[in-house]
């Protein structure tokens, strides 16, 4: 009781851990960078052969440039929503709506006028990804592709089990696709209708859909879903949730995205800082960018959650629809002792700006009423839920922060409206039944974006940090059974900082597994 009552940092009573590269193993946490099973490894290669499938590495999703001219030629030639093997070497954040080429990431960068802050806030937009219009696609390659080139998983054997509140499982089909292997995606039976339209096109067998109970905040009936599929070895769980992969591959990809958005305004502005990145913490793989953007540039990191379903900010809980940002717990992969600030978003907010964004009278209401051009707010039509509420959740941070015009907040549009329309209609029949018009929209705008207020923001300090760590622990330990060490390394940054140099050592074994193929020279 003594050392409980000594404890001045949240911790608890026992001396923290420190990560020690000589002697910790990182297979314990699923990270290897050498080949455990040549059997599998040799099926994987015929079997890529057979396909014609050849790995981008993590290098050239970063860096799209330096792809093969030709095989971009090639891609010009295939639909970008396709199960083509070749749509792999667009699973990054340099391509337009088309699926072309662009040397720096379709963004937006929004104005005071809709804002309501001096900072200017930037938002890269994830329906620019092939096959899903969404980031989650980068999520799920980062994820398998260090399995198959390391001889874990093996296509001819395995079903790849892809748990998700939604995109990620999308992500983890599409992949599984284009890598010549079966996906199963699971998740909430109560997600939005067209998750479920896209993944009847795709999936290959019926079965291949399992339907949890629920909706966005029922994340444990997926692990719990899980563990049932785990019973049959033939079944191999790709939980972005805990796959340090998924944190790997945003700061080696979708860091260096975001850092090349926020460069590219420097040059134009040299006082201009980069004050924050945020992004709603899911499976927290996406807030892994935000780690690169710190290193380099001291971003702040700023966690965002469904103030309907508020964890991190109040050990809360509830149900919510901003759908794709996940509750309930604390992902095994999110960084807490390395990010600043946590915000709550309602999902009363964002479902009404979906109107807003996408309705004729919204739109004209932002355009002649806040004077927005109407380029800008035909942009809006790319923001799904989760997208604005990494808006919402800048705006906030900006204000709780007082940032000016030469402080940028970066995030992302993680998904379109397109993926929300029936979520749309329903709300209309619901609450709008008389019609939607400019005196509803005005409404929703004063009321929750440019009268965004400063509640349910915390910006943390150390024990906070450990507050929300330790939460973590009823998820990873008593529940799924980690060993209570393989949990309590992550309070240590220098466990992070090692595990974000494993790219280069993926990309090495990349090439080779390419080169066994023999379709390295073809690609």
Known sequence: MDSLQKSENGIGA????????ETFDLKRVGLHTDIIDENRYRRSVERFRDQQIVLPTFSELANPEIIDSGLKAELNEIDKNSA????????HWHNDLNGNFVSLPDHIVLPTEITGVKAPIALAFGNRFPMITAHKVLAAYACLVPRVVTGQFDPTEHRAIWPSTGNYARGGVAISRLMGCRGVAVLPENMSKERFEWLDRWITHDDDVIRTTGSESNVKEIYDACAELE?????????????FANHIGHHEVTGRALERIFLSYKEKNENLQLAGFVAASGSAGTLGAGERLKENHGAKIIAVEALECPTMLYNGFGEHNIQGIGDKHIPL???VTN?????????????GLNLVFTSDEGKSFLTDELGASAEIVDQLRHFGFSSTCNLLAAIKTAKVLDLGPDEMIVTVATDGSELYESEKISLL???YSGGFNSEAASQIVNEHLLGADTNHVEVLDEVGRNRVFNLGYYTWVEQQGIEFSDFEIRRDQEFWKHIQKL?????????????QTGLLETK
Do not use: C, M, Y
């Open 339 to 351: 990010t600043d600030v946590i915000v709550g978003i309602s999902d009363k907010a964002t479902d």
């Open 231 to 243: 019973k049959d070895e033939t079944n191999f769980i790709l939980n972005q949730f805990s796959e």
């Open 14 to 21: 026992f001396e923290q851990q420190k990560f020690d590269p």
């Open 429 to 431: 029949e619901s609450e």
């Open 84 to 91: 083509d093997p070749k749509n792999l070497f667009r699973v």
């Open 503 to 515: 790219a280069p050592a993926w990309d090495d074994l990349i090439n080779d597994f390419n080169a």
């Open 333 to 335: 992969i999110h960084n």
